[in-house]
């Protein structure tokens, strides 16, 4: 079998699960000499994902068929495809009474274990599916199934729009929306999504609703704004009302105002997605006619601030991510009572206009047991008629459902915090926010045995944080914040105290064994710190406190692998008895620290000590001179150092780059007038990357090496510019950069005259250049290696009006007779881009003579812009800006 499967692990792993019940040697032996292993149809589907695919009850194929409709590579949320297979009519409420949801992600799950779908790497939350697989969607959905993306040519599919049911638009591309003029042919189609747009094109959706009346799905989420002149949706068009069968739209991640009214006409709309909308301000006065509405995603529209009368009465809804409490008649806080099958996130924000707590009870919210994400928000402007006592009470009445996974309170300005806020039963919360509170005093939050997560900001009441926090050992065992891994403290202005350490009192429980990350941000008066060792402790990051809170907290682990130290006052330098601790820092950070001269007092010292370091970046310190006051060239270094950053150091003097060191980046450092480049042992240099930009009075120090054999040998990415003063560089020392394929030479207007002198690295594959004291038209023959494809030319004051093509980059003869301010391109280019040349005059027949290039880009170079129409082959793309 595994040979069958190719030993490819997707087709393995697929089959193997789709077998995984099946203990019946006869019937693997049947599989095993099924035919489908040897039947070629043509469509390069893996025959062991056909039969992974054929061993799926029919319900779980419609479900898979349908995903035909997802682009490759497309991280899809969960929760909104199961709401289009119910929109779609898939799903059916069960026998034992369970919603479609429900039923829609138990049979999610099981595609899931039998790998049609898989966790996105770059989303927690999102899924995507194995190219394979959506190859195999795509086979298995049939001629009523249809994904364009772009690259389709349309023209003779007359007869195959009349046969679509469900339709998807992968853009955008240009000429994309041109093809779906043809559209209207498909009128019985239930299904349009478009995955991403950007065009506005109001016009054409109100052509394509007129036309599509049997629509149960319309998405149109504009995804993408990155591309030049595309413009995205801003409105619904009124004609929407005519989608009676309409039940789910979706309008997210666009540039809509409002929904039009006839949106409350559609009947049998089921969801309802508007999120991530900056600019929606409202939503339809009738919205209560939408009695089938389960799902209202209205999350991240900062300026809907007004929810529409008789929501409270739609009681079929199960999503709900925000709710705005007015006065009045209009939305209040007990309109939430009959909306017992809420799940997922809600927000309810306004809480400010509550004045009876009663109302507050009445919104049930602790019977709300779907309820996981739960933000409750007064506003922050403290005006005189809000009573401490009134908010206080009806924060008590909002107790919030026994399963909660996260919960927000935000700006509560009672004096105190129920003592429901860290009861022991909630036993699933992971993450709690308090922020803006006016309570004198943290909540007892030590025994939630799940909690991962705390953040605590503008608390500006509280001046102490002691074993309030952690409660007492009777409660949880005697370990406080079991689970906890993260913990930030943000803008607290009056804590002055941080004590939870009371030396042999039994009674103090231990706290944070998981404790990963903490965070401690603008608390300027937090003076002391008592808190004992926490061993597990690995990121650290102090951001405008005194230098007191960092050499405290440095001492907590000694198993810290990153410190981060921003605007830190009173730091001169890291002592030597911090660095004791460091000896497992991985990754040292140092922002803004004004104050700071020296990294460290000794360059040996910091070597002993700091013997994982593998990052160092030093950013904005304006102060700072040398990384050591003593001994900055000893002929030893942190061997472990792979990466170093000083960016906008004014004052930096100088930098030594040791042979261990990788990447070293160098840029906006004024003042610093040496570079040099040492081994230690005399081993060869590691650097692969070096970048120095805008330094205006840099040297680099290439001799006397240290050691007759020292080379940069491995460097790939050599970058300097914008460097006013600097006049030469080891440019003769091209030859022996074997590994060097990546060069920029810019703006550095006091260069050599002798440079460029036609001495290249010999493997040398991308060359961006231009601004240097040589005029470019005065270069000649450049003998550029063969290896070289991708070329960039600045050309301001270069006195180039010309190009012309070396006919082999070893000798000057030319396919053209050049001018003598002609610049000679290499005829191995593949890419060629041109900035900046106001001068140079339209070249087409020199193009000709460029075999292989493929892409030519025009950039400020007003007498070229003819090129695009004079010559324009197809194997080449010329894009003119």
């Given amino acids: 079998m595994v040979q069958k499967c190719g030993r490819l692990p997707l087709a393995l792993k697929a089959l193997g699960r789709a077998l995984k019940g099946n203990r019946n040697g006869d019937k693997w032996e049947e599989l095993l000499k099924s035919e489908i292993w040897d039947i070629d149809d043509g469509n390069k589907i893996l025959p062991a994902l056909k039969l992974s695919y054929y061993h799926l009850p029919p319900h779980l194929k419609q479900l898979f068929a349908y995903c035909s409709l997802i682009p490759k590579d497309y991280v899809f949320d969960k929760n909104k495809l199961v709401q289009l297979w119910v929109a779609e009519g898939f799903l059916s409420k069960s026998k034992g009474n369970k919603s479609m949801e429900n039923l829609g992600h138990e ?25 394979l697989i959506n190859d195999l969607a795509t086979s298995v959905a ?41 559209l209207h042919r498909a009128k019985h189609l239930r299904t349009f999504l478009v995955m991403s747009v ?31 002149g595309s413009k995205i949706i801003t409105k619904v068009p009124e004609s929407i009302g005519s989608l009676k069968h309409l039940r789910y739209l979706n309008f997210s991640c666009t540039e809509i105002t409002s929904l039009p009214e006839e949106v409350s006409d559609l009947y049998n709309l089921q969801s309802l997605l508007v999120h991530d909308c900056d600019e929606l301000s409202s939503l339809p006065k009738s919205f209560a006619k939408l009695i089938n509405m389960r799902h209202l995603d209205v999350s991240n529209t900062p300026k809907l601030n007004r929810m529409p009368l008789g929501l409270g009465g739609l009681t079929s809804l199960q999503t709900l991510t925000k709710v705005f409490i007015e006065e009045g008649d209009r939305f209040n806080i007990s309109d939430l009572k009959g909306l017992t099958d809420l799940q997922g996130r809600l927000s309810i924000k306004g809480l400010d206009k509550v004045i009876n707590p009663v109302e507050a009870k009445d919104a049930n919210l602790h019977q709300k047991k779907g309820l996981d994400v739960l933000v409750m928000e007064w506003s922050d402007v403290l005006y005189a008629s809000r009573d401490e006592m009134i908010e206080y009470e009806v924060l008590n009445e909002l107790r919030p459902p026994p399963k909660l996974e996260n919960l927000d309170i935000l700006n509560n300005k009672g004096t105190r915090f129920p003592s429901w806020v860290g009861d022991p039963s909630f036993d699933r919360l992971t993450e709690i926010t308090l922020c803006g509170c006016r309570s004198t005093h943290l909540p007892t939050l030590g025994c939630l045995r799940s909690l991962k997560k705390l953040i605590v900001e503008s608390m500006n009441e509280v001046k102490t944080v002691g074993f309030e926090l952690l409660a007492s050992t009777a409660s949880f065992h005697g370990i406080a914040f079991p689970s906890l891994e993260f913990l930030k403290f943000e803008d607290m202005l009056s804590w002055q105290r941080w004590s939870i350490n009371s030396g042999n009192d039994h009674r103090t429980p231990r706290s944070f064994p998981c404790l990963h990350e903490i965070s401690i941000s603008s608390c300027p008066e937090l003076a002391q710190v008592s808190i004992g060792l926490i061993p597990s402790l690995r990121v650290l990051s102090i951001t405008r406190c005194s230098n007191v809170v960092l050499r405290t907290m440095v001492g907590l682990s000694p198993s810290l692998i990153e410190l981060k130290m921003l605007n830190v006052r009173g730091l001169t330098q890291l002592h030597g008895e911090d660095l004791l601790h460091l000896r497992a820092l991985e990754h040292l950070y140092i922002h803004s620290c004004d104050e700071l001269r020296y990294l460290w007092e000794q360059e040996s010292e910091a070597c002993k000590s700091l013997v994982s370091l593998q990052k160092l970046e030093v950013w904005y310190c304006k102060n700072l001179v040398s990384s050591a006051k003593k001994e900055t060239n000893i002929g030893i270094s942190m061997e472990s150092l792979k990466s170093v950053k000083f960016i906008n150091c004014e004052t930096l003097e100088s930098y030594n780059c040791t042979n261990t060191v990788e990447m070293l980046y160098i840029s906006r450092c004024d003042s610093i007038t ?27 120090q290439p001799k006397p090496f240290p050691a007759k054999d020292f080379s940069l040998s491995r460097l790939t990415s050599f970058d300097i510019c914008f460097c006013k003063n600097l006049k030469s560089f080891p440019y003769e020392h091209f030859q022996s950069l074997t590994s060097l394929g990546c060069l920029w030479i810019r703006d550095c207007p006091s260069m050599d005259y002798s440079f460029p002198c036609g001495v290249w690295p010999p493997n040398l594959s991308k060359l961006r250049i231009g601004g240097l004291n040589k005029p470019m038209s005065e270069w000649g023959p450049q003998s550029f290696p063969t290896s070289l494809v991708d070329l960039w030319l600045f050309g301001e004051n270069s006195g180039v009006v010309s190009f012309a093509v070396a006919d082999d980059v070893r000798n000057t003869t030319t396919t053209t007779t050049p001018s003598s301010s002609a610049f000679l391109l290499p005829p191995s280019l593949v890419s060629l881009q041109l900035i900046g040349f106001t001068d140079a005059e339209s070249f087409p027949e020199v193009l000709q003579h460029l075999p292989c290039l493929k892409t030519l880009n025009i950039w400020n170079c007003p007498k070229l812009g003819d090129l695009k129409t004079i010559y324009n082959p197809s194997s080449v793309t010329i894009l003119v800006w």
């Fill in 674 to 700: 040496s570079l040099t480049f040492s081994a230690v042992q005399e081993q060869p240099s590691s650097l692969t990357e070096l970048i120095v930009g805008d330094c205006d009075n840099i040297r680099l």
């Fill in 142 to 182: 049939g001629e009523f199934s249809f994904r364009l993306d772009g690259e389709v040519d349309v023209s003779d599919m007359n007869e195959a729009f009349d046969k679509f049911r469900h339709f998807s638009l992968v853009g955008p591309r240009s000429g994309s929306y041109r093809k779906l003029n043809e």
């Fill in 198 to 228: 950007g065009f506005e094109n109001n016009g054409f959706l109100d052509k394509v609703l007129l036309e599509l009346q049997f629509l149960r799905v319309l998405s149109v989420v504009g995804l993408n704004h990155m591309y030049q």
């Fill in 107 to 131: 049979y999610f799950e099981e595609l899931k274990s039998r790998s049609f779908f898989q966790q996105s790497t770059n989303d927690e939350l999102g899924y995507t599916m194995h190219d």
